[in-house]
Nanobody, 125 residues
């Protein structure tokens, strides 16, 4: 059974940084995609980044490009999301996701079957 455990959320001032972690366990595929989504109060889910374990390729939403970086430590089965230059509009619950099948680089929620419990990120002065 696939399990995703996020950590690293918290309160940060505008312009600050946070690093989220997602520990992945139980995936039956050799290659798979890990994505990060977020959901702000009153808004829908937004796919913001993903990484392919086949070749390490990555994708980003325009809203975070140049500020967020996704990476993976294969030995620890952990994916990270380094978030810099944070803005109040980045405030949301952040979710780590993966699919039953290898979906390549997609930020569409319907392709992901497994979601972590989420971690709150609040950007406020």
């Amino acid at each position: 059974q696939v399990q995703l455990a996020e950590s690293g959320g918290g309160l940060v001032q505008p312009g600050g940084s946070l690093r989220l972690s997602c520990a992945v366990s139980g995936h039956s595929l050799h290659y798979y995609t890990i994505g990060w989504f977020r959901q702000a109060p009153g808004k829908g889910r937004e796919g913001i980044s993903c990484i392919s374990t086949s070749d390490g390729s990555t994708a980003y939403a325009d809203s975070v490009k140049g500020r967020f970086t996704i990476s993976r430590d294969a030995a620890k089965n952990t994916v990270y999301l380094q978030m810099n230059s944070l803005k109040p509009e980045d405030t949301a619950v952040y979710y780590c996701v993966t699919g039953r099948l290898f979906v390549g680089l997609t930020l569409r929620a319907e392709h992901y079957d497994y979601w972590g419990q989420g971690t709150q990120v609040t950007v406020s002065s």
